[in-house]
Nanobody, 124 residues
Framework: QVQLVESGGGLVQTGASLTLSCAAS????????MGWFRQAPGKEREFVAA????????YYAGSVKGRFTISRDNTNNTVYLQMNSLKPEDTAVYYC?????????????????WGQGTQVTVSS
């Protein structure tokens, strides 16, 4: 099994920044992509960003492009989500996920492992 543990969530004001971390541990796992998704109350889980592990190629949802940055630390098996200029509509539980195959990074059904989630709340 692969364990993904997110951290870094919290309560911030509009315009603030937060950095989420996701540490991966467990058995050897051929990670192709790591992704961040979020789910707001009463809404479906949505794609936020993803990174191809070996090349560092990044992908973003339109709603966060230019404000959020995904990055990874291969040595420590950690992926980060730097979130700037936060808005109340960014409020959600943020989940880290790992994907071993396929190319559709925005489809949550293609991810093999998920973290427990971390709450991000942006007050207006």
């Amino acid at each position: 099994q692969v364990q993904l543990v997110e951290s870094g969530g919290g309560l911030v004001q509009t315009g603030a920044s937060l950095t989420l971390s996701c540490a991966a541990s467990g058995r050897s796992f051929s990670t192709v992509y790591m992704g961040w998704f979020r789910q707001a109350p009463g809404k479906e889980r949505e794609f936020v960003a993803a990174i191809k592990w070996n090349t560092g190629t990044t992908y973003y949802a339109g709603s966060v492009k230019g404000r959020f940055t995904i990055s990874r630390d291969n040595t420590n098996n950690t992926v980060y989500l730097q979130m700037n200029s936060l808005k109340p509509e960014d409020t959600a539980v943020y989940y880290c996920a790992a994907k071993s195959s396929g190319i559709y990074v925005a489809d949550s059904r293609g991810y093999d492992y998920w973290g427990q989630g971390t709450q991000v709340t942006v007050s207006s």
